[in-house]
């Protein structure tokens, strides 16, 4: 199993760094956000899988030839109450390391999604009273707010929320193509998709790769519901909708910030060609081979 432990290692390593930036700097993913997003959660998983399996396969490998043997033989002497004679330090070592880099991976997704509860449940609360219901759409908020400010808040009991400046500069298609992006959001859980990039950066914050899958994903998340308002509404209206929203951010922002924007709007008025059919397909194979094969690896007898 020393083997299977190489060979997941070196995967999960590639998948965590050389795999994800060339991910994050490729120019095919705005043609086919949702593919893309496919592919970041199988580089993640995949590559959670991998090194974490590669700590387990190397601690357990000499109980057995292959992992579910392995796992039997170390059961049945914890049953025992015997510790396997064949399981010295340095390999009861990386077993020990393996099934902490997993504690700590879960430990901060469960607390990053605790707070993020937690912040949600404080914000709707606050919007139930400062917000005022809108009637000419369900589930939308007007805050008294002269800046162009809109954004969803996700969960159970949603929110679509939008600021009196955004009534105030945009007509009636604007403000809908506004809350058509939002609710694409909500429909879709980009929320969802975007936590575990979150959690992967909080856990190694030293590994550029996950810093750029992070935001990678968040720019992705933003071009899908561009294309769901884009079909539902004017794409000129949305444009205009986008640069009064987007426009509002602060002097003191990054100039990386309004050349996303201009992206955006770019892409918006002038959309890419979509890929191939075979290009769309495999894709959608290369991230279910990126999950089967580590799982394979691990389990196969």
């Known amino acids: 199993m020393e083997l299977t432990a190489l060979g997941l290692g070196l995967l999960g390593l590639a998948l965590a760094e050389p795999v994800s930036r060339a991910l994050a700097r490729a120019r095919w993913p705005a043609r086919d956000p949702v593919g893309a997003l496919l592919l970041w959660q199988a580089v993640g998983l995949g590559g959670g899988i991998s090194l974490f399996g590669a700590g387990l396969a190397y601690g357990l490998s000499p109980l057995g030839d292959s992992l579910p043997s392995a796992v039997s033989v170390l059961v049945t002497s914890l049953r025992a109450g015997d510790w396997p004679a064949a399981l010295d330090p340095l ?79 945009l007509d009636t298609p604007g403000v809908v193509a506004v809350l058509a992006h939002e609710r694409a959001h909500l429909r879709e859980r980009h929320d969802l998709v975007v936590l575990p990039f979150v959690a992967w950066g909080a856990t190694a914050p030293f590994v550029r790769g996950m810093v750029c899958a992070q935001l990678a994903v968040a720019r992705l998340i933003e071009m899908r519901a561009d294309d769901v308002a884009r079909r539902l509404c004017d794409p000129t209206e949305l444009a205009t909708a986008l640069k009064a929203v987007g426009g509002s951010a602060p002097a003191a922002a990054l100039s990386s910030f309004t050349d996303a924007l201009d992206a955006r709007i770019d892409r918006v008025t002038a959309p890419p060609a979509p890929l191939p059919g075979w290009s769309h397909w495999l894709i959608r194979l290369t991230a279910v081979v990126l999950v089967a094969v580590p799982l394979w690896l691990l389990l196969a007898p």
């Not at 880099?101 to 912040?119: D, H, N």
């Not at 919007?127 to 369900?138: G, R």
């Not at 969960?155 to 500069?169: E, M, P, T, W």
């Open 91 to 169: 390999h009861a070592g990386a077993l020990l390391i393996a099934l902490g880099v997993l504690l700590r991976l879960l430990s901060v997704l469960a607390l990053t999604a605790f707070r993020t509860l937690r912040a949600r449940r404080r914000h709707r609360d606050l919007l139930d009273v400062l917000a005022t219901p809108w009637p000419y759409a369900s589930g939308t908020r007007v805050l008294d707010h002269p800046v162009p400010v809109a954004y969803c808040l996700p969960g159970r009991n949603s929110r679509l929320v939008v600021s009196a400046g955004v009534l105030d500069a």
